[in-house]
């Protein structure tokens, strides 16, 4: 894929003639005296053409004293004009005589406040502790002091901070030495970096306590925190040492920085980010206590502390070179980190995880105002935007799908390749596709090109059929829409096709691989019809199979053959082709009645996903017709399951089955709301709140949730206690986000006037409300108190943040609503909100118009019963 180029350089963009190489930036600020900070940066640049202004980014900061030496020897120096570009985020720079090309030094003094919205440099309180944090990425390096805020523009920085002496501060490189002043303040010098980008830049400032050092290699971990977390660190330190390890296993690279801070920062914006040296991470990402996390929590901290260890190698050391090639990093590292941690610890079964992901980005990429995995970036609020499940998820999905198609030796080949033949510099696609050409003799462009380039994905119907020769299987492929339009879709992808073919009466049968080119296609199957074919094997494509009515009775009666995550994808493909009403509803029960003695927990978390919509949206209240006869069918399909396992634990007793006995827990005692688990769930919420050991850690979300539901006051009460005492992350986060569900009135509005004050982490507002607006109970009252609080609720959010709100709007599901909400964000856009606000609106349209057929088909599903 050839780079993009325009042919005039837009004008939020910076003038590629005049780049830096270095860096000297000092910052002195001190978090506990007050919110404000100062600075001064002097960049050394190349001007490749005489010029007399300069343009850098610079945004929300004071600038100040701009002088200019030139290092051409006579030692000479300008001063500059300093003219603000809010609109572009940037400082022209204007002197009274052109700078000749060459070598100049330019320094700058700057101010500015630390920030509360966990962009750029902010603030952040713990108790009586003061700190402050850096979260550049996209664009918001700007924000913290001025410099040229573009990927490409690479350069190594040597940073110095004063502050109180009983600070720790932490860079993305060693400390070099310290400085300790007279007046109970010191600076810290750091050591220079490799070539950065911008975005790549670290800055902690506050008390923090260190781990023990572990080594991997000749490279030292440590493990950062605020005080009084120390016996919550092991876990990290150990997911990260083995990780590295394998990660440079993999590209045949030592670690490429001089030492290895993890960082837990007790507000953050995403869930961990890739600071070259120092990476950031949400406390429940990095900070773990193994034997009271859920399995899913472990697992989840693992694959983002590969994913930032992979970034290390994929977007630091070779970084895209403008934000519309996100995906190279994010696709890649998403990835990897399934592949890496599968890989260190296998009994985890990644890869059903990463079926979920794959699951959910499916569902986003069905919609009409989806985008391309490339797309076209012009400013900071589109390159926030791309910051989602098509950049990372599909991204992966791809990554994935090339892999397998090309094998994994080959496709190493080229990726270490790519690596070395471009590290501390910049790419874009057609560099990767190079190297895995010239690595694997194909012709990857050709292949990738679609699916990088092109929105959306294909749906392939399977029919096998009888010729005079044999069997063939007829493959089709079209544009999958969750909301099919009138005109038929021009769209096709080259398909790298696996499918799974069963011929003897027991086995998981063969793969069979061939390269979809064509809208339609047929595949050889032999002289005898085969026992089963599914057309996704390992849910290695991204794409949906669409089985035939024949061919989809025959999976029914071959569901064991199958490999459990081709089970989960079967169940998430039925689940759509129902959406787009391409099946009926009864499809999907159907397979949920034959997988009612499933033994893997993710096929059966993956059925409760629609079982619960089913449940709490396409039934919309109890007064509903569908809804006794549906949660009694629910009960009875799976509640013999659950009573079979208890609620107890046996010893040494699997993960896998005590996530079974957690999903089967939400499918019955939340989906279903059986009488009988909903009692025993609040009576174990009650031991737990007094003992939190007193449960099985798999349990505790479904416990709080269901007792959340169906609590009152003093529950709420203690729900509160509890999330302020916690003393690991994931519990605090539990009980906190469980306080959305109650159904009172009372706990509804206090939850709603709490996401306004510091009792909730900025983190963690979106989590809050989104979960308020899935409450039947509270959707109203939540929308309503978003329109009349807005402003004070944007101030607190990131603009990523407020993209992520108008995302849950579709929760209201009313035509009304609808209209509510196109009104109310139209006139209160939001920055990187566009895209989402067009998502919404159209999943709105869609439930309307699925409603109408789906409740009819359940009701007469429900009154004939099951097919099998």
């Not at 700058?108 to 108790?127: E, I, M, Q």
């Not at 009792?759 to 108190?785: H, K």
Request: with cysteine; proline share 5%.
């Amino acid at each position: 894929m050839a780079a993009r180029k325009n042919a005039t350089r837009p004008k939020h963009r910076l003038d590629p003639g005049v780049r830096p190489d270095r860096v000297r930036l000092h910052v002195d600020i001190d978090p506990a005296s007050g919110r404000g900070f100062r600075g001064e940066v002097e960049i050394r640049l190349q001007l490749d053409a005489a010029r007399s202004t300069l343009r850098l980014h610079a945004a929300e900061l004071r600038v100040s004293r701009a002088r200019l030496r030139m290092d051409d020897g006579s030692g000479r120096r300008l001063r500059a004009k300093i003219v603000a570009e809010p609109k572009l985020e940037m400082i022209a720079l204007r002197f009274d005589e052109k700078i000749p090309a060459g070598a100049a030094t330019l320094t700058l003094a700057f101010s500015g406040k630390l920030r509360s919205d966990l962009c750029g440099l902010y603030g952040v309180s713990v108790g009586k502790r003061e700190y402050a944090f850096t979260q550049l990425e996209a664009t918001d390096a700007r924000k913290f002091f001025p410099c040229f805020d573009e990927p490409t523009m690479k350069a190594r920085f040597e940073i110095s901070v004063t502050t109180a002496r009983a600070n720790t501060v932490i860079s993305n490189a060693p400390v070099a030495r310290t400085e300790i002043a007279a007046d109970h303040r010191k600076t810290v010098h750091f050591a220079a970096t490799p070539p950065l980008s911008t975005y790549l830049i670290a800055l902690a400032v506050g008390e923090l306590e260190s781990s023990r050092v572990v080594r991997a290699g000749p490279t030292a971990i440590r493990l950062w925190h605020t005080p009084g977390k120390g016996h919550l660190t092991r876990f990290g330190l150990e997911a990260t040492r083995a990780c590295l390890i394998r990660l440079e296993r993999y590209f045949d690279l030592w670690y490429p920085y001089a030492k290895l801070d993890m960082v837990a920062v007790p507000d953050f914006e995403f869930g961990a980010m890739e600071n070259a040296g120092a990476v950031f991470f949400r406390e429940t990402l990095l900070l773990v206590d193994p034997d009271r996390a859920t399995l899913g929590e472990k697992k989840r901290a693992a694959e983002v502390i590969c994913h930032e260890l992979a970034h290390m190698w994929y977007g630091d050391l070779v970084t895209m070179a403008w934000w519309d090639d996100l995906w190279l990093n994010e696709a890649f590292a998403t990835w990897m980190a399934f592949r890496i941690v599968d890989e260190w610890k296998p009994e985890w079964k990644m890869w059903h995880d990463f079926q979920h992901g794959r699951a959910a980005a499916m569902k986003q990429d069905a919609l009409r105002h989806t985008h391309p995995i490339y797309c076209t970036v012009n400013t900071a609020e589109e390159a926030n935007e791309n910051f989602d499940l098509i950049t990372y998820e599909k991204g992966a999905s791809v990554v994935r799908m090339l892999e397998r198609y090309l094998g994994p030796a080959k496709f190493r080949r080229g990726v270490r390749a790519y690596i070395r033949r471009h590290r501390e510099s910049n790419t874009v696609a057609a560099d990767l596709w190079r190297a895995l050409s010239q690595a694997s003799g194909v012709d990857v462009e050709s292949i990738a090109r679609s699916w990088i380039e092109q929105e959306g994905y294909p749906v392939i119907e399977h029919t096998v059929v009888e010729r005079d020769d044999g069997f063939y299987l007829q493959l089709r492929q079209d544009r999958f829409y969750q909301q099919p339009p009138k005109q038929p879709s021009t769209g096709k992808w080259a398909v790298p096709w696996v499918g799974r073919v069963g011929r003897s009466r027991s086995g998981g049968g063969q793969l069979v691989r061939h390269l979809l080119t064509r809208k339609r296609d047929r595949i050889s199957l032999g002289k005898r019809r085969p026992r089963f074919v599914y057309g996704n094997a390992n849910e290695g494509g991204f794409f949906r199979p669409a089985h035939g009515l024949r061919e989809l009775e025959a999976l029914g009666n071959a569901l064991p053959s199958l490999a459990a995550v081709e089970r989960m994808g079967l169940v998430d493909h039925q689940w759509a082709l129902v959406c787009a009403g391409r099946a009926p509803i009864g499809a999907l029960l159907d397979l949920a009645a034959d997988l009612a003695d499933e033994c893997d927990p993710d096929v059966l978390a993956a059925l409760r996903q629609p079982l619960a919509f089913i449940a709490h949206t396409l039934i919309p209240d109890a007064a509903s017709a569908e809804d006794e006869p549906f949660r009694r069918w629910l009960q009875d399909t799976y509640g013999p399951a659950f009573a079979q396992l208890g609620w107890t634990p046996a010893r040494n007793e699997p993960d896998d089955v005590r996530v079974r006995r957690a999903v089967l827990l939400a499918i019955v005692g939340g989906a279903a709301a059986s009488d009988t688990l909903v009692r025993k769930a609040t009576e174990r919420c009650d031991a737990y709140l007094t003992n939190r050991r007193s449960l099985d850690a798999n349990l505790t979300d479904g416990v709080v949730a269901i007792a959340a539901r169906h609590g009152g006051k003093s529950r709420y009460r203690r729900y509160l206690s509890a999330a302020r005492a916690s003393d690991t992350p994931q519990e605090k986060r539990r009980f906190l986000l469980a306080t959305a569900d109650f159904r009172d009135p009372d706990q509804i509005d206090e939850t709603l006037t709490m996401s306004l004050t510091d009792r909730v982490p900025t983190q963690d507002i979106i989590f809050l409300l989104g979960r308020l607006m899935a409450n039947p109970a509270a959707r109203e009252r939540t929308w309503s108190f978003i329109k009349r609080r807005w402003p004070k609720l944007q101030k607190r959010m990131p603009s990523l943040f407020a993209g992520r709100l108008i995302e849950a709007t579709p929760s209201l599901l009313t035509a009304a609503h609808r209209k509510d909400v196109a009104a109310f964000f139209r006139k209160n856009p939001v920055p990187s909100g566009d895209r989402a606000l067009r998502q919404a609106l159209e999943r709105f349209d869609w439930y309307r118009g699925f409603r109408r057929g789906a409740a009819t088909d359940l009701h007469d599903w429900l009154e004939k019963g099951p097919a099998h």
